[in-house]
């Protein structure tokens, strides 16, 4: 079995932009490139888990978001990474229409997308790692039991309370590959 650093995307890989669905808009955070080259030489898969509500409000399509999706995994790659796999959930319980209006179970905070992922790929998720920059990421990788959640103040405002519910808490990616790599080679792999 394989462990995994499950990497959120808006506000974690890229800079949090409303309902964000356009390459063109799309700006990654400083530092997830040597984050995740440090992560890959621990030893961890990395996969993205994201909830795009988007999706269920009508703002872009599934199709718009797995075609972006598919031109953020080709960039990691340019960089030398493998992005293992994504997941995502398109619902809403509220806000979504037609078939998107549902209370699902993979929705964050609940954990659905991390079990779903560690039947297809196999991964302890009890040796595993959760990087998101809400409380919804970090309660669904409570409720997955996995090794560490980790909070990152890259995204959205987080409170002290907030902070208090993660593992480990980062005002930046670079802090956050310090904690959590610290014996990592550096290497210079762009933002």
Not at 31 to 43: E, N, R, S, V
Not at 124 to 143: F, M, Q, R, Y
Not at 162 to 171: G, R
Request: with cysteine; charged share 25%; hydrophobic share 40%.
């Amino acid at each position: 079995m394989q462990k995994a650093l499950f990497l959120d995307r808006d506000g974690v890989i890229n800079v949090e932009k409303n309902y964000l669905h356009l390459i063109e808009d799309f700006d990654f955070i400083n530092g997830i490139f040597d984050l995740c080259h440090a992560a890959t030489q621990a030893g961890y898969c990395l996969i993205i888990v994201t909830n795009q509500s988007g999706i269920a409000r009508g703002y872009y399509t599934e199709q718009q978001f797995i075609d972006l999706m598919s031109w953020v995994v080709n960039e990691f790659a340019k960089r030398n990474l493998t992005i293992l796999d994504f997941f995502y959930c398109p619902h809403h319980p509220v806000h979504g229409t037609g078939k998107y209006c549902i209370d699902c179970a993979c929705r964050k905070p609940k954990p659905q997308m991390l079990f779903e992922a560690a039947k297809k790929h196999n991964l302890n998720l009890s040796e595993s790692i959760l990087v998101g920059d809400k409380l919804s990421d970090i309660k669904a990788g409570k409720a997955a039991r996995l090794e560490k959640t980790v909070l990152v103040g890259t995204g959205h405002c987080i409170s002290e309370q907030d902070k208090k519910s993660a593992d480990v808490f980062a005002h930046s990616l670079k802090e956050l590959k310090q904690r959590l790599f610290p014996f990592t080679i550096e290497a210079n792999h762009g933002i």
